[in-house]
């Protein structure tokens, strides 16, 4: 009965690769978000979906594009890897408020960690 | 531009006493400030919200203070115990949604 689900939970790849990390959350939640933790610990936001439409993108590249086939699902594909992408990508979902907001206390999932060679 | 600043030294303790974790923001007017709990290989957990109208929460032995003047939190963790060792962030929000920042966190270890 896992909240929010990630996969793979390690993933370890070529530069120049393209590579997909899946989420789901089974809490029902309208709100979704992918953040990224370096190797200094900060945890960054890159996108914020709410009932599939995207909010938030804090100038994330291209190269990354996050997928949302429904509200409990948001994928985030990464095309032509680079060493710099390596970092633990954690998946987020938080419940609704007030008119389409977000309450904003976000429940995460297990983390990916991605590894560019 | 906005930033928060955490304690970058781990914080060690002994088993008992009250540890106190600080975050400091600049540059920023959050509606709410938030703490989670990271352990090694996990996400992070949700353990307190803090609304800007308040100055302080408590839960359990977790107590939050919140002075928007100062800018500042203070996270205090009563009668500490081992499995209490875990690294701690700080999170500021804005009414609305979609966008939180994060601290680096604070690494508290809890010595038995």
């Known amino acids: 009965d896992t909240a929010v689900s990630q996969t793979p939970k390690y993933l370890v790849t070529q530069m120049g690769n393209d590579k997909s990390i899946k989420c789901e959350q089974n809490?029902?939640?309208?709100?979704m978000y992918w953040y990224k933790q370096d190797s200094k610990k900060f945890l960054k936001i890159m996108f914020s979906?709410?009932?599939?439409?995207?909010?938030i993108n804090e100038t994330v590249p291209n190269r990354f594009s996050p997928k949302s086939p429904d509200k409990a699902h948001l994928n985030l594909h990464i095309n032509s890897l680079e060493l710099g992408d390596s970092a633990v990508y954690f998946c987020?979902?938080?419940?609704?408020?007030?008119?389409?907001?977000?309450?904003?206390?976000?429940?995460f999932g297990p983390g990916t960690r991605l590894t560019v060679l | 531009s906005q930033k928060i600043e955490q304690n970058s030294e781990a914080l060690n303790i002994q088993e008992g006493k009250t540890a106190t974790l600080t975050c400091n923001y600049t540059?920023?007017?959050?509606?709410?400030l938030q703490w989670y709990r990271q352990d090694p290989g996990r996400g992070p957990v949700f353990l307190l919200l803090i609304r800007e109208n308040e100055k302080e929460k408590r839960k359990e032995r977790l107590k939050v203070t919140f002075d928007t003047t100062l800018k500042q939190s203070l996270f205090h963790i009563t009668a500490s115990q081992p499995a209490d060792s875990a690294t701690y962030l700080c999170?500021?929000?804005?009414?609305?949604?979609?966008?939180?920042?994060f601290g680096a966190g604070t690494r508290l270890f809890v010595k038995a």
């Open positions: 987020a979902s938080s419940p609704p408020g007030l008119a389409g907001t977000s309450t904003d206390t976000q429940y």
């Open positions: 540059n920023y007017s959050p509606a709410y």
């Open positions: 979906y709410n009932n599939k439409e995207l909010i």
């Open positions: 809490l029902g939640h309208d709100t």
């Open positions: 999170a500021l929000g804005n009414t609305g949604g979609f966008k939180t920042i």
